[in-house]
């Protein structure tokens, strides 16, 4: 069974920095791209980075670009998103996300598994 977690969320003031990581189990996931994703209260869920199999390409919304940084540990089945410079607009639940497909996506739609997601609140 595919099970997604994810950790490292709270209360952070403006410029500050958080940690995000997602364990996956179930299987292993080296062969799949993983994403993090976020929704605010009264938004769309909506793509904040992606990572590809092996690691080796990362992509970014605007948004976050030059702020945060997707890393993966494939030993460990998990991903990691770093945050820096946050600001109180990236405050909403972070979600992880598995694509059984081999190449990245930044839809919502093309991702599989997801975890139950993890608050983060950015105070101003």
């Known amino acids: 069974q595919v099970q997604l977690v994810e950790s490292g969320g709270g209360l952070v003031q403006a410029g500050g920095s958080l940690r995000l990581s997602c364990a996956a189990s179930g299987r292993a996931y080296s062969n799949n791209p993983m994403g993090w994703f976020r929704q605010a209260p009264g938004t769309e869920r909506e793509f904040v980075a992606g990572i590809s199999p092996i690691g080796g390409n990362t992509y970014y919304a605007d948004s976050v670009k030059g702020r945060f940084t997707i890393s993966r540990d494939n030993a460990k089945n998990t991903v990691y998103l770093q945050m820096s410079s946050l600001k109180p607009e990236d405050t909403a639940v972070y979600y992880c996300?598995?694509?059984?497909?081999?190449?990245?996506?930044?839809?919502?739609?093309?991702?599989?598994?997801w975890g139950q997601g993890t608050q983060v609140t950015v105070s101003s």
């Open positions: 996300a598995v694509r059984n497909r081999p190449y990245h996506t930044a839809d919502r739609a093309d991702y599989n598994y």
